[in-house]
């Protein structure tokens, strides 16, 4: 396995809100344990002076969290639900792409799911965490079910004004290809677009492209070479088969490579000509393990506390060398708590995508009732210690944030000020 560095911009102790903020979070803490409040987001920003508003793909969400695309967004009930429980966005399975007679290059991708396997893990630093282990990987139903899910997820989402995202995988060549299957690009983005036409006909629709954590232990991910030339082709067949009308996200993979090349990965990203680039990217899921063996299968993705350190210590060096101003991006990997997103939030994320939080043991919740995503929600708001209003709050009287801010305004701000952030918690280049 490859080895990489732990971050060293860690939040460490206890947030510091202000003595009047932090009674207030131990008293909604205890007071939500039942039911979240019915606009949780007016709620907040006129209990904290604190505005959970942000952007996903260049749209607006009303809060930063949101469901990674996986098992938990399969079927149009869990939108609904999730719809229901105050969600920012939600991420669909992701949809193996296929031309228009049906054909899939990235057919072997489209494998059912079995049942999934919630467990501790202990990550290299000792610190425990939680990892959710299965063997499927994308949408298995046909292409024509999932256009009719993705129009039904969105008319459940849009009066609760939760955002609801497509994912795909398309087309990616093998070092042994020297073409790519262009017609999948075009066909399966005008169908996707069709849709998101009929709820949304005035906004770009967003679209994360997938390069799963798979993809590591794929043969297609063998060569450096040809991982780059992915990441600089890919977003210009996408905006070619719908120019101006799709706010692209690269979902990037933690490849089985040492950190530089994670790094090289995201240069090769953002050195793509501006009318061919990326809006923005996810950074960045699962780990893989080849040698790791699951229900008869091996080689499988984990996540926990390795994951997260590594993607902070990824994005660390990122900041610390780039030359250009990073992508807007979404954080994924191990958002178990809200000092987690505050983590990520530090390194510029505008939002934050969780998949093993809404499948924990119903004890490692502090709600007593309701849905897993509203329990998931009111530890990562509201825990004295570890939520998110905790720290953001923290944050604003280190650095100077203006009552009201929305966290949108706030990962811009860090993502304008690393050295800044890098110079408060005593760390160095």
């Known amino acids: 396995m490859f080895e990489f560095l732990p971050p060293r911009a860690r939040l460490r102790g206890s947030p510091h809100p ?93 494998i059912p799911e079995t049942h999934m396997a919630v467990e501790r893990i202990c990550g290299r630093s000792g610190v425990e965490g939680w990892t959710v282990t299965w063997k499927g990987r994308g949408w298995y139903d046909t292409f024509e079910a999932y256009c009719d899910f993705f129009d039904r997820s969105l008319a459940a989402a849009q009066q609760a004004g939760m955002l609801v995202v497509p994912s795909v995988k398309y087309h990616l060549p093998t070092p042994e290809e020297n073409s790519w299957k262009k017609e999948e690009y075009e066909f399966t983005t005008a169908a996707l677009l069709d ?18 954590p798979t993809l590591a232990g794929s043969s297609r991910a063998s060569a450096k070479a040809t991982v780059l030339e992915w990441l600089a082709t890919v977003p ?80 660390e060096r990122w900041l ?27 390194r510029g994320a505008s939002s934050f995508q969780m998949h093993t939080l809404f499948q924990l043991p119903d004890g490692e919740y502090a709600m007593r009732a309701g849905a897993k995503t509203a329990k998931a929600l009111h530890l990562l708001l509201f825990h004295p210690q570890e939520g998110f209003i905790a720290w953001a709050l923290d944050l604003g009287r280190r650095f100077g944030w203006k ?20 110079e408060a918690l005593d760390i160095r280049a």
């Open 236 to 315: 210009g067949l996408i905006h070619g088969a719908a120019a101006g009308r799709v706010s692209l996200g690269l979902k990037i993979f933690n490849a089985l490579f040492e950190d530089d090349f994670q790094l090289e990965m995201l240069r090769a990203v953002t050195a793509c000509a501006a009318e061919e680039r990326a809006g923005f990217l996810v950074y960045a899921n699962r780990l893989f393990d080849p040698a790791r063996v699951y229900e008869g299968h091996q080689g499988v993705a984990y996540g926990g506390p390795d994951l997260s350190d590594r993607n902070l210590a990824v994005l």
């Open 320 to 346: 610390d060398s780039r030359t250009v101003s990073p992508l807007p991006f979404s954080a994924t990997g191990d958002i178990s708590s809200g000092r987690l997103a505050a983590e990520y939030l530090l």
């Open 403 to 422: 009552p009201g801010i929305n966290v949108e305004e706030m990962a811009s701000w860090c993502r304008g000020n690393w050295k800044t952030i890098r």
């Open 18 to 110: 202000g003595e009047e903020n932090a009674r207030k979070i131990a008293n909604d803490f205890e007071r939500f344990r039942d039911a979240l409040p019915r606009s949780l987001e007016d709620y907040v920003l006129s209990t904290y002076e604190f505005n959970l508003a942000s952007r996903y793909g260049g749209l607006p969400v009303k809060n930063p969290f949101g469901k990674a695309s996986g098992q938990l967004s399969v079927a149009h009930h869990q939108i609904e639900k999730d719809a229901e429980a105050g969600l920012g966005f939600a991420i669909l399975k992701t949809l193996i792409a296929q031309d228009r007679a049906g054909r899939q290059s990235m057919h072997e991708w489209a």
């Open 195 to 212: 849709r998101w036409r009929r709820h949304c006909a005035a906004t770009p629709m967003p679209l994360e492209k997938d390069f799963s």
